[in-house]
C-alpha cells in the first residue's frame, strides 16, 4: 500500500476550515497530523471536529516532524513569508494562501527559499483551477478572440470592509486593502488567461475614505463580522484603480471594498479583435464573436469543477511528483506580486511607474 502523505494545517481560521481542511479528508491519499493555531483553541476544536490529527500552538512542532510532507498555510498575510520559509528551510512543501506575501520583498524570499531547498512552494491562487477559467485561458490561446488588447476587471462592493479594524484593515498585517484582498484573484486570473505577460508600467491611485471613522462607519454586510474592532485600525485602501502596461495587453481595474453605489460589480472584460469575454467572478461567461457577417453571443457550458479541491488534489499530486509545475507555482505567481507592489508604489508616489527587468 502506497504510503499516505502527511500535511499539517497552519492556521485553524475561515479559509482552512470552509476549504483546505474538507478538501484534504475528502482526498483519500492524505492523512493530516497537526492542526496549529496560536489560539490553541482553534486547533482543538479541529481536532474534535474533524476527528483526527494533534492540536498544537506553535508551528515548530510541525518541522520537527519528519513524517510531515506538506502544509497549507492559512494564516494572516504578515505571517506567510516567516512560516513559509521556515517551512520549506524544514524541507517541507507548502501551500501558502494568497496572496503570497504582504509585499513583493517577501515574495522574492520565499521564491529564494524555495529553489534553494528544492521544495514545492505553490500560492493559493485557487482561481487558476477553475474550469471557467481554464476555459477561457483555452479559448485566448487558441485565437478565439483575436488579439487581446485590453483587459478591464472590476472588484466593487457596497459598504463591505471584511472585518474593520482587525487584520484585514492592519497595513501592518494584511500588507494592504481591497487590492490584496480582493484584487489579488482578479489580476492573477488575467495574468494567468493571458499567459503572464510581463508588466511594463503601473499608475494608480488609492483611497482610505469610508472606513477611517470605525465606530461610526455604516454597513449592510460583513465578511469576518468577529474580527471587528472599533477601538483598531484602519489605515488600508477601501478603493483603487488604475493602469497596467504589460507586454500583452493594458489592464485596467477599479476596486472597492466599500462604495457610496449599490451596485456591486464582480467581473473581467476581455477585449478582442475578434471577439470579447465578460467573466462573471466565481460564475460562467459570456462570450461575442464575429461570424458569417453577424454578431453572435453566447454563454457557453461547461462542466463546472470545485477549484479548491481541484487546488487541493493538485498539490497532493505535486508532493509525488515534485519535478512537476503547477500554474500556481511561486516562480508564476511572483509576477502577480510584482505588479500589485508597483501599483501600491504608484499610488504612494502618485507617478507612474516602471517596472524593472
Known amino acids: 500500500m502506497e504510503k499516505k502523505i502527511v500535511v499539517a494545517i497552519i492556521g485553524c481560521g475561515t479559509i482552512a476550515n470552509s476549504q483546505h481542511i474538507p478538501a484534504y479528508l475528502k482526498n483519500e491519499d492524505v492523512e493530516i497530523k497537526y492542526f496549529c493555531d496560536i489560539i490553541l483553541e482553534k486547533a482543538e476544536a479541529a481536532v474534535k471536529k474533524y476527528g483526527c490529527g494533534i492540536a498544537v500552538q506553535d508551528y515548530h512542532e510541525i518541522l520537527k516532524d519528519p513524517e510531515v510532507d506538506g502544509v ?18 524544514a524541507k517541507k512543501h507548502v501551500l501558502c494562501e494568497k496572496p503570497a506575501a504582504k509585499n513583493y520583498e517577501e515574495a522574492l524570499k520565499m521564491q529564494e527559499a524555495a529553489h534553494r531547498n528544492n521544495c514545492i512552494l505553490n500560492i493559493g491562487v485557487v482561481n487558476r483551477f477553475n474550469n471557467a477559467v481554464r476555459t477561457i485561458k483555452t479559448m485566448i490561446d487558441h485565437g478565439e478572440l483575436g488579439k487581446v488588447h485590453h483587459v478591464h476587471v472590476s472588484f466593487r462592493a457596497f459598504r463591505s470592509i471584511p472585518g474593520i479594524g482587525g487584520a484585514f484593515t492592519t497595513k501592518d498585517i494584511a500588507g494592504g486593502g481591497v487590492l490584496i484582498d480582493w484584487g489579488v484573484h482578479y489580476l492573477d486570473i488575467v495574468m494567468y488567461c493571458m499567459s503572464d505577460p510581463k508588466p511594463l508600467t503601473a499608475s494608480a491611485e488609492q483611497f482610505c475614505v469610508l472606513g477611517k471613522d470605525i465606530p461610526n462607519y455604516i454597513y449592510t454586510s460583513m465578511w469576518a463580522e468577529d474580527t471587528r474592532n472599533v477601538q483598531g485600525v484602519y489605515d488600508v485602501d477601501d478603493s483603487i484603480t488604475g493602469l497596467i502596461r504589460t507586454k500583452g495587453p493594458v489592464i485596467s481595474f477599479i476596486g472597492a471594498w466599500a462604495q457610496n453605489v449599490n451596485v456591486p460589480e464582480s467581473y473581467i472584460d476581455f477585449l478582442g479583435d475578434k471577439g470579447g469575454i465578460r467573466l462573471h467572478y466565481g460564475e460562467n461567461f459570456d462570450l461575442v464573436v464575429s461570424k458569417n457577417g453577424s454578431l453572435i453571443q453566447s454563454t457557453p457550458i461547461f462542466k463546472s469543477n470545485h477549484h479548491f479541491i481541484d487546488e487541493i488534489n493538485s498539490f497532493v499530486d505535486n508532493i509525488k511528483h515534485p519535478e512537476k509545475r503547477l500554474p500556481s507555482h511561486i516562480d508564476t505567481v511572483i509576477i502577480t506580486a510584482k505588479m500589485m507592489q508597483g501599483i501600491y508604489d504608484s499610488a504612494a508616489s502618485h507617478k507612474e511607474i516602471k517596472f524593472k527587468n
Open 72 to 89: 497549507s498555510i492559512c494564516t494572516p498575510n504578515h505571517m506567510h513569508s516567516i512560516i513559509s520559509i521556515d517551512c520549506l528551510n
